[in-house]
Structures are given as structure tokens and as C-alpha cells.
């Protein structure tokens, strides 16, 4: 599970890390496929995916060439709903009720549910074995400050994924961080690398000490 939006927000340094070390026949859960040669769409022009749950392509041609040849399987989901979805499993809820997409074929094999005389659709949650985010600042215990619109789908991937990757710009001592700006606790974060660019590198991890 990938934070982004188009490209920003998408954490450039493990993309390419992913590229590097040849992992294949990956399932993407993410807001969209970015573009060709930015952010997550990297990974699918490379055809490292073998499965994508988004709310669109349109962005990245080869995602879509890659669909109608068969060799990428796509799941879309209205970008409202595949939020929830991730913030429901982010939440420990088992799913959501909604009702976009009754009536339609999005509804088909799905259950529903009628709750104070509505119907619903009944969507799962999700969550997913490895969440990788982008923020600007972090702090050595993973608190995470977002920049303005990179924030986008970034916390809620935090909380669902269930070893959570986060490269930041910039990596400070705890307390250096003013507490009013952090968007996503450490308690949500597994590790937290510094992103490409800087002079120095630090690489931390909860379960192990700093290299």
C-alpha cells in the first residue's frame, strides 16, 4: 500500500529501492497508478505489478495498456470509498456501508445491507502486508509532519499497513518536532529511512538498532 497522489506523496527513495532489488508480482493498493516514470507508476511500467486496487489509471498510459492486454489485473474503486476502505482497515473496522454504486454493476456478488430503511453496499476494509509513505519531517520514534497536498492519502496508508515504511526529507530527534503539526503518531510506524539527496543517511527501525 502506497501513499501519492499522482506522484506527490509517493516516497521516491524506497520506489526505487523496490526497482532495485527486483521484487515482483506485487499487489498495489493506491489512489492511482501515478504517471509513466513518477512515483508508483515506476513500478508498473516496469510490470513489477501483477494486480492494482485504485480509483484510476488514466494517468499512466502503460497501466492501461498493461489492463486491456491482460497482464495487470485493476480494481477500481470510487476514490471516496477506496479511502474509507483504507481507513477502515487502518481503524481496525471490518468494512464500510455505502451506497454509491447501487443499482450497477459495481454492486454485483456483493453483499448488502439495509440500515434504518437504506440500502448499502457492504465493502471490506484493507490493509496490507507493506505500507510505504512520504513525509517531509519525521522524528526518530516515527512521528510523521506531511507537506501541504503530500499529505493526501499518506496517513490513512500509515495506519493500514501492517509493517509501515516511512521516508522522510528530513529526520530530527524526538521533541524537535512541534507537536501541533504531527499528522501521523509513531506508534503507526515501523521503520523510517531518509530520502535521497542529503548528505547524510540514517536508516531506524524499532525492532533493531540505528545504523
Known amino acids: 500500500m502506497y501513499g501519492g497522489f499522482g506522484g506527490v506523496g509517493t516516497p521516491p527513495t524506497i520506489v526505487k529501492g ?5 521484487i515482483r508480482d506485487l499487489i498495489l493498493i493506491g489512489n492511482d497508478t501515478g ?9 508498473v511500467t516496469a510490470g513489477r505489478a501483477k494486480k492494482v486496487i485504485a480509483s ?3 494517468s499512466n498510459p502503460n497501466a492501461g495498456f498493461m489492463m486491456t492486454a491482460g497482464t495487470l489485473e485493476v480494481e477500481f474503486y470510487p476514490q471516496g470509498t477506496l479511502a474509507e476502505k483504507i481507513r477502515a482497515g487502518g481503524v481496525g473496522l471490518g468494512g464500510i456501508l455505502v451506497d454509491v454504486g447501487l443499482g450497477t454493476i459495481v454492486a454485483e456478488g456483493k453483499r448488502q445491507y439495509t440500515l434504518a430503511g437504506a440500502s448499502y453496499i457492504v465493502e471490506p476494509a484493507l490493509t496490507a502486508d507493506i505500507a510505504i509513505v ?3 519531517r519525521a522524528d526518530h520514534l516515527g512521528n510523521l509532519v ?3 497536498s503530500g499529505r ?3 496517513p490513512l496508508v ?4 501492517i509493517f509501515t515504511i516511512a521516508e522522510a526529507d528530513e529526520i530530527v530527534a524526538p521533541g524537535e518536532l512541534d507537536p501541533e503539526l504531527i499528522v501521523t503518531p509513531g506508534i503507526f510506524v515501523d521503520m523510517v529511512i531518509q530520502s535521497e539527496g542529503v548528505p547524510w543517511k540514517w536508516v531506524w527501525e524499532k525492532t533493531s538498532a540505528a545504523e
Open 35 to 43: 504517471f509513466p516514470d513518477i512515483g508508483i507508476g515506476k513500478l
Open 18 to 22: 523496490i526497482l532495485e532489488k527486483g
Open 152 to 154: 493526501n492519502f499518506n
Open 146 to 148: 506531511y507537506d501541504k
Open 134 to 136: 512520504h513525509a517531509k
Open 56 to 58: 484510476h489509471i488514466g
Open 158 to 161: 500509515a495506519m493500514a499497513g
